[in-house]
């Protein structure tokens, strides 16, 4: 027998049930307003800017002017506008420069698949990113690490040797290849209790081999000179080469190292 539920059925359980139902529906769309609806004045300005920053990229910076300026106008104090006040005048200018036909069109950079695949992983990034060093100045400090770890991974990794790595046509550019192949050693000192300990640090990516190192290390009228030589120096390796007492009233500690290696000659000094 089929049950037919009847109007005085219906009518009790909407009394029961009906302000549970009502209750659990307004308390999610509540729920979604205040947590996941981006619904103040922070989440749109963030959302126009990073809309900006992607007009921007794609070289359209008549649109990413147009939403900088909205993110000004419109939230003021947020710190989208911050930022969209620090890009809007290089995005005029990029437009006023293209209005003069200065600058070219923002050409997409082109991976050739056929040359990634017959060269080493790590030699392809870093000569890709050497090739477009000087493209952009300010890019100059940050391309520099990242160039030096992937030319890194060359030598320990695939067995590159560091004259090859100097072969590279994208490496030969005079400042990059100063940069990156110039022996470059820094002083460390580590504290202890009577005598602290001062080291040579190879901050180069590459080991210095049959290397000479000189440590000179002075404060006041007080100076050490030690030289040691070694068979190798890994990179970020340290090498103790003497003991100092410094003096916590006695001035200013300075240092100067020379290291002579196969790989080169180079030098550093000052205060530690």
Not at 65 to 93: F, G, M, N
Not at 102 to 124: G, K, T
Not at 136 to 164: E, F, N, T, W
Not at 179 to 194: G, K, Y
Request: aromatic fraction near 8%.
């Amino acid at each position: 027998m089929r049950l037919v539920p009847t109007r005085q059925m219906l009518a009790q359980s909407w009394q029961k049930y009906g302000l549970i139902v009502v209750g659990n529906i307004v308390f999610f769309v509540l729920l979604y307003f205040i947590s996941y609806r981006p619904n103040n004045d922070e989440h749109r300005a963030a959302e126009l800017l990073a809309m900006a920053q992607e007009q921007e990229a794609g070289g359209r910076f008549e649109a990413a002017a147009v939403l900088h300026e909205k993110v000004l106008a419109r939230y003021p104090d947020s710190e989208a506008a911050r930022t969209a006040k620090a890009r809007l005048p290089a995005v005029r200018k990029r437009l006023l420069a293209r209005a003069a036909g200065a600058v070219p069109e923002v050409v997409p950079p082109v991976l050739d698949l056929s040359e990634m695949l017959d060269r080493r992983p790590s030699i392809y990034v870093a000569t890709y990113l050497a090739a477009r060093y000087g493209d952009d100045p300010a890019l100059k400090p940050k391309l520099r690490p990242v160039i030096a770890a992937y030319l890194g991974q060359a030598l320990r990794v695939d067995g590159v040797s560091l004259a090859a790595l100097k072969r590279e046509k994208e490496l030969r550019d005079p400042e990059l290849a100063q940069e990156l192949f110039a022996v470059r050693p820094a002083c460390a000192m580590t504290p202890d209790l009577i005598y602290d300990d001062f080291a040579v640090r190879n901050d180069n990516f590459f080991p210095w081999t049959s290397a000479n190192l000189k440590l000179e290390v002075r404060q006041g009228s007080e100076k050490i000179v030690e030289e040691l030589r070694v068979e190798a120096v890994a990179p970020g390796a340290k090498i103790d080469i003497l003991e100092f007492d410094v003096d916590g009233s006695g001035g200013v500690v300075s240092c100067a190292v020379e290291v002579t290696a196969a790989e080169g000659q180079g030098s550093w000094s000052g205060k530690i």
